[in-house]
């Protein structure tokens, strides 16, 4: 597509429950990133997909978060028993992934709210 | 780990102003990107740097790659109301991986009316 897609816009669950968030990266980009975005804070890195290689998962805060990109493509990142602290927005951003010029372009987020 | 510190963490200013704001690190970056949150919305790409010393312009805002490397800063001229938002810096290139992306935490930007 002409942008990074995410889905839902906007996602209010129970304490407990699991929820997906998925990104859909720009046609071609074979680098894609996810970003958690507390209210008012930066950017905080979660998770880096970059064509066959293994992900960089370093940033994922604990064992209830996990994504996974099929084919090279769209992505879905998993929170497990989620928790009040887990709401966020989560932002995903792709690139077409070339050295010297790595240019993230981000979806509009998903906001989740954790009741 | 390697971090950006990204100054200052908010604004008030009145329409018109110029704004200045900077990034330093102790790493050495290979690309430097400033980007713009909206709110509601995910940050959009403003001004990319490849180059030390690079001095580039996209309209009313003018960025600067530093010599060493390790800072760049952003300026805005004559502000006006729609310039409101949040803008992060980005690094890339540290220990030569282009990417290993790192931001700043935000320079929030409030125009008083």
């Known amino acids: 597509g002409a942008g990074v897609s995410q889905s839902p816009s906007n996602k209010v669950t129970e304490k407990g429950k699991d929820v997906e968030l998925r990104c859909d990266p720009i046609?071609?980009?074979?680098?894609l990133y996810w970003y958690r975005q507390s209210l008012g804070q930066g950017l905080e890195f979660l998770i880096y997909f970059q064509g066959n290689s293994a992900p960089d998962k370093s940033g994922l805060p604990s064992d209830r978060f996990s994504a996974e990109r099929t084919g090279g493509s769209v992505s879905t990142l998993t929170i497990q028993r989620t928790q009040q602290e887990d709401s966020a927005v989560y932002l995903c951003?792709?690139?077409?992934?070339?050295?010297?010029?790595?240019?993230?372009?981000f979806g509009a987020g998903s906001r989740l709210t954790v009741l | 780990g390697q971090q950006l510190n990204q100054s200052p963490q908010s604004m008030f200013i009145q329409e018109g102003e110029d704004v200045s704001m900077n990034c330093t690190s102790s790493s050495i970056f290979n690309t430097w990107l400033w980007y713009k949150q909206d709110p509601g919305e995910g940050p959009v790409l403003l001004i990319a740097?490849?180059?030390?010393?690079e001095l580039t312009s996209n309209g009313r805002l003018t960025a600067q790659f530093g010599i060493t490397r390790k800072d760049s800063f952003l300026n805005i001229s004559a502000s006006i109301p729609s310039d409101v938002g949040i803008y992060f810096c980005?690094?890339?290139?540290?220990?030569?991986?282009?990417?290993?992306?790192?931001f700043g935490k935000g320079t929030r930007l409030h125009i008083l009316p």
């Open positions: 980005a690094g890339l290139g540290v220990l030569g991986r282009d990417d290993k992306i790192i």
């Open positions: 740097l490849y180059k030390a010393g």
């Open positions: 951003a792709s690139s077409l992934y070339r050295t010297g010029a790595n240019v993230l372009t």
């Open positions: 046609s071609g980009h074979t680098a």
